[in-house]
């Protein structure tokens, strides 16, 4: 059985940074893709950054220069720093793998496992 464990999040002023993290157990592959998506109330669920077995990175345009995704494939886990956040930052984040996939796509329908979601929130 897959599950995703994310820890991290949180409230914090503008300006400020946070850090996820996302640990992956149970897969039967290495070769898979791991991304971050968010959703804030009212809105659909969004692309943030994503990241290939193989190091491979996409971010959306929103984040880019301000997030920093990575990952330790010994420990099957994805990190994402978020720097300068914005009020408009503030979603539920989401971290989900996406297998066979050798670069991070940005279509949640081709992620197969979902974490539970973490709040991050930013005042202004």
């Known amino acids: 059985q897959v599950q995703l464990v994310e820890s991290g999040g949180g409230l914090v002023q503008a300006g400020g940074s946070l850090s996820l993290s996302c640990a992956a157990s149970?897969?039967?592959?290495?070769?898979?893709?791991m991304g971050w998506f968010r959703q804030a109330p009212g809105k659909e669920r969004e692309y943030v950054a994503g990241?290939?077995?193989?190091?491979?990175?996409s971010y959306a345009e929103s984040v880019k220069g301000r997030f920093t995704i990575s990952r330790d494939n010994a420990k099957n886990t994805v990190y994402m720093q978020m720097n300068s956040l914005k009020p408009e930052d503030t979603a539920v984040y989401y971290c989900?793998?996406?297998?066979?996939?050798?670069?991070?796509?940005?279509?949640?329908?081709?992620?197969?496992?979902w974490g539970q979601g973490t709040q991050v929130t930013v005042s202004s």
């Open positions: 989900a793998v996406a297998q066979g996939w050798s670069y991070p796509t940005t279509n949640r329908n081709e992620y197969n496992y």
């Open positions: 990241i290939t077995w193989s190091g491979r990175l």
């Open positions: 149970g897969l039967t592959s290495s070769r898979y893709a």
